[in-house]
């Protein structure tokens, strides 16, 4: 037996209730070059050796070298 999940109900557009929606500006996606310095969430502290623009970054990381595809949410530029 299937248990029954209702859905969220939409607020009406002129709802006092309905929360107003933050404005974000769109982000730009990080931009890497050679010899910056990055951190990931796994493999930790690492230097960019490679940059293939829009595809992905080869990371050195100390013990390895790891090729990240980009963007990745796990990569921070430092």
Do not use: W
Not at 15 to 37: G, H, I, L, M, T
Not at 39 to 46: A, C, R
Request: net charge positive; proline share 12%; hydrophobic share 30%.
């Amino acid at each position: 037996m299937s248990s029954y999940r209702a859905l969220p109900r939409r607020p009406l557009p002129d709802s006092p209730f309905k929360a107003a929606e933050p404005a974000v500006p769109p982000s730009e996606p990080e931009r890497y070059s050679v010899n910056d310095k990055v951190t990931h969430d796994k493999y930790g502290l690492g230097t960019i050796i490679g940059v293939e623009e829009g595809v992905g970054v080869l990371v050195d990381f100390g013990s390895h070298k790891q090729r990240l595809r980009t963007p990745c949410a796990k990569l921070v530029k430092l």
